[in-house]
C-alpha cells in the first residue's frame, strides 16, 4: 500500500519559525495515517508573499528546516515544502525542498514563472523526479502546470505522479484545476495538487486541495480552506481518496 498527501495548511505571512511548527504538525498527521509523500504548498514556509521572498532566501541545509528533516527521516516519508531558494548574486528561484527519507535533500526551481513572479525570481530550468514505493513523482509549482510540455516530459520520462504545489485564489483555480485533472487522463498519472489553507497574508487563497487519479477521476477534494490532509492511496491495482482535518 502507498500513500500520497496534500497538506492544505495556513502558511502565516513572513513567519518562518511558525510556518516549520505548522509544517511539523501535518507532517506527524500525515504519518499516522501512514502517508510515505507528503506536498505542501506553494512558498509553503513564507507564504505567497513574493516581496518576502530575497529576503526569506534559504537553502535545502538552513539549520532551520532541522525539525522536518529528522521528521521526514523518523517517518520514512517524502517531504515536499515550498520555499525561496537562495542563489549566488541573483534573484532567488521559487521552489520546492525535497526532503528525502534517507536524509538526504533536492531542490527544484519553478520553470515556468506566472504573473508578477519574474520581478522578484528567476526561474529553473530543469524538472525534478525521484521514485518510492514503486511510483515516480514529479515535482511542479503552480504556473508550471500552464505548460502542457511540463507534466508531458514527466510522463514521457516515466513519471506516474505529479505533485504540484500551488497557490490558487477563486479566479485561478476556475482554470488551473480543470487544466490538472485533464492532465491526468492525457497523461495517465496520479496528479495531486495542494493549495493554501485559510490565508493569514496578502492573497486570499480558496483551498480545495485535490487529487485526481490516472483517468481524471477526482478522488478527494478538501471542501475549502480548512487545514487538511487530502490523501491517495493506491491498493492493488485501485486509487482511493480521502480528506482528513490537522
Known amino acids: 500500500m502507498f500513500k500520497i498527501g496534500a497538506a492544505q495548511v495556513a502558511s502565516v505571512r513572513g513567519d518562518?519559525?511558525?510556518?516549520?511548527?505548522?509544517?511539523?504538525?501535518?507532517?506527524?498527521?500525515?504519518a499516522e495515517r501512514e502517508v510515505s509523500v507528503l506536498v505542501f504548498p506553494e512558498l509553503s514556509l513564507i507564504g505567497y508573499e513574493p516581496d518576502l521572498a530575497a529576503e526569506l532566501a534559504i537553502t535545502a541545509t538552513d539549520e532551520r528546516l532541522a525539525p522536518l528533516a529528522?521528521?521526514?527521516?523518523?517517518?520514512?516519508?517524502?517531504?515536499?515544502?515550498?520555499?525561496?531558494?537562495?542563489?549566488?548574486?541573483?534573484?532567488?528561484?521559487?521552489?520546492?525542498?525535497?526532503?528525502a527519507a534517507d536524509?538526504?535533500?533536492?531542490?527544484?526551481?519553478?520553470?515556468?514563472?506566472?504573473?508578477?513572479e519574474p520581478t522578484y525570481f528567476v526561474p529553473g530550468g530543469a524538472p525534478l523526479t525521484f521514485?518510492?514505493?514503486?511510483?515516480?513523482?514529479?515535482?511542479?509549482?503552480?504556473?508550471?502546470?500552464?505548460?502542457?510540455?511540463?507534466?508531458?516530459?514527466y510522463a514521457e520520462g516515466g513519471s506516474t505522479i505529479y505533485a504540484a504545489g500551488v497557490f490558487l485564489n477563486a479566479?485561478?483555480?476556475?482554470?488551473?484545476?480543470?487544466?490538472?485533472a485533464g492532465y491526468a487522463s492525457r497523461f495517465r498519472m496520479l496528479?495531486?495538487?495542494?493549495?493554501h489553507a485559510a490565508s493569514v497574508g496578502t492573497y486570499v487563497s480558496v483551498g480545495k486541495s485535490a487529487v485526481w487519479a490516472p483517468d481524471g477521476?477526482?478522488?478527494?477534494?478538501?471542501?475549502?480552506?480548512?487545514?487538511?490532509?487530502?490523501?491517495?492511496?493506491?491498493?492493488?491495482?485501485?486509487?482511493?481518496?480521502?480528506?482528513?482535518?490537522?
Do not use: F
Open 191 to 195: 496528479v495531486v495538487m495542494a493549495n
Open 70 to 99: 529528522a521528521l521526514a527521516h523518523r517517518h520514512q516519508m517524502a517531504v515536499v515544502v515550498g520555499a525561496s531558494l537562495q542563489n549566488v548574486g541573483t534573484k532567488p528561484g521559487l521552489g520546492a525542498i525535497l526532503l
Open 16 to 30: 518562518l519559525a511558525g510556518n516549520i511548527r505548522t509544517h511539523s504538525a501535518a507532517i506527524t498527521g500525515a
Open 217 to 246: 477521476t477526482l478522488l478527494a477534494e478538501a471542501a475549502g480552506t480548512e487545514s487538511s490532509l487530502v490523501i491517495a492511496t493506491r491498493i492493488w491495482e485501485g486509487w482511493y481518496g480521502e480528506v482528513v482535518g490537522v
Open 171 to 180: 479566479e485561478w483555480y476556475t482554470t488551473d484545476s480543470p487544466r490538472l
Open 131 to 153: 521514485a518510492t514505493h514503486g511510483q515516480t513523482v514529479g515535482i511542479a509549482i503552480c504556473a508550471d502546470s500552464s505548460k502542457p510540455s511540463h507534466p508531458q516530459a
Open 103 to 116: 536524509g538526504s535533500t533536492r531542490n527544484y526551481t519553478k520553470m515556468h514563472l506566472g504573473g508578477a
